[in-house]
């Protein structure tokens, strides 16, 4: 439990409450804590294309679905790509409100701890064939910067490509 008094430390770069410079050389902006021990400069992100990216952030979607396995175990960002998901042309859950602004493209907009990767689950977002399950997921500000494809970490000093023009199926979005 951290206290007042307690000074984070990262576990991989070693970057404190009172100094991340070398996380401001690396990445061109101060870093925040993603998990008690791990500042964002150095987590692995996962990209996600939307509307799945905002449902995992916003705390609703508790799987997400690949079509490769994954060992990975623990804290991660969640970027979302550049283009919506084609499949999903409407808003499918009634029981979650649609989001109050247009959802964000080309960065992080989140972080997660991936608990588990199953090929089997009740969870009504499991489409498989493997599903990474998501637990303790959040939002964060969001902080532009490109994808690649599987677990990656962040360059935030490339500039992402601005995100093409949405259809006009996902006016709902925005």
């Given at each position: 439990m951290l206290t007042c008094d307690t000074v984070r430390t990262c576990r991989k770069c070693g970057c404190t409450d009172s100094d991340c410079t070398g996380c401001v050389k690396r990445t061109g902006q101060p870093c925040n804590w993603?998990?008690?021990?791990?500042?964002?400069?150095?987590?692995?992100?996962?990209?996600?294309?939307?509307?799945?990216?905002?449902?995992?952030?916003?705390?609703?979607?508790?799987?997400?679905?690949?079509?490769?396995?994954?060992?990975?175990?623990?804290?991660?960002?969640?970027?979302?790509?550049?283009?919506?998901?084609?499949?999903?042309?409407?808003?499918?859950?009634?029981?979650?409100?649609?989001?109050?602004?247009?959802?964000?493209?080309?960065?992080?907009?989140?972080?997660?701890?991936?608990?588990?990767?199953?090929?089997?689950?009740?969870?009504?977002?499991f489409g498989g064939p493997f599903g990474f399950v998501i637990r303790n997921a959040h939002p964060l500000p969001f902080r532009a910067c490109r994808g690649q494809r599987g677990f990656f970490v962040p360059d935030y000093n490339v500039a992402p490509r601005p995100p093409p023009a949405p259809p006009a199926q996902w006016d709902l979005f925005a």
């Open positions: 993603v998990a008690a021990d791990l500042c964002s400069a150095c987590m692995s992100a996962l990209s996600i294309m939307q509307p799945w990216a905002w449902l995992i952030a916003a705390g609703h979607k508790d799987v997400e679905n690949r079509t490769w396995a994954t060992k990975f175990r623990g804290p991660v960002l969640i970027h979302t790509g550049l283009k919506h998901d084609p499949d999903v042309t409407d808003w499918e859950w009634p029981d979650i409100p649609r989001p109050a602004v247009a959802l964000d493209h080309g960065g992080i907009i989140g972080a997660a701890e991936i608990v588990d990767c199953v090929t089997a689950s009740t969870s009504r977002w």
